[in-house]
């Protein structure tokens, strides 16, 4: 029982690192919960910040909607009243050619002297199609509504999706190449770290020494889980408390 066996010393599970019954960043044990949550924690860091974004773009999604309908119907709404105002007007020169017809009427029958015909019955009926025609071409006009507004909200819903994809690839391009040694922070890894999720976070070993590329997720908040990158070129989430900041020898 004693010397270095598989129970103790440095053995297979006594050992340092990522193993069953290593040692944390804190210098306690990890057990296999803390493991899960430390592997974990960027992936779902990762989830929140994509959530947050499909949030954001339903909402502006939705006032988009709201502000094209409430727009559209209110054209439609001025139309309906010029068109109300339009019948309202031909009742009312209507009514003025009644009381000239009725006036001349009067003058007829008291035997005052006839003037020149104005408007005659077959005139009037004539001048009750013209407003009843009228009025049928302004409701034909309105059951035909424009496609213009469809197509500016189709427009905004497909554009504005693919300038903020290319927006968003530009910001990460720019975050990639700033490779200034002189503005970045390296780190030396203290222990291993085996990533649950390759696609994001960065396989290291210690010792390792990387870039610092952000400290904060994708939202712009601060993370403990920074992005950083190996001298072989990769990139990927690492968490904060396996990285020991490197001094800079004064010039």
Known sequence: YGGYNRFGGYG????????????????????PLGRIEQSTQATFQLLESVVGAVGGFAQMLESTYMATHSSFFAMMSVAEQMGHLRNSLGSILGIFAIMRWVKKLIATVTG?????????????????QSLAQGGNRAK????????KPLLMFLAAVV?????????????????????????????????????????VELELKKGDIVAILSKVDPMGNRSQWWRARSRDGRSGYV????????ERKPQ
């Open 12 to 31: 297979g599970y006594g050992g340092y690192g990522m193993g069953q019954g290593g040692i944390g960043p804190d210098g306690q044990p990890v057990g």
């Open 239 to 246: 968490p904060s408390t396996y990285l020991e900041a490197i």
């Open 159 to 199: 554009g504005f999706p693919y300038l903020l994809g290319k927006m968003v690839k530009a910001m990460a391009s720019r975050q990639d190449m700033s490779s200034d040694p002189s503005q970045l922070e390296f780190c030396r890894m203290l222990y291993d770290f085996v990533p649950e999720n390759p696609g």
């Open 140 to 147: 034909k006009g309105q059951a035909r509504p424009s496609i």
């Open 112 to 128: 005052r002297a006839p003037q020149p015909p104005e408007l005659s019955s077959a005139e009037f009926q004539k001048f009750e």
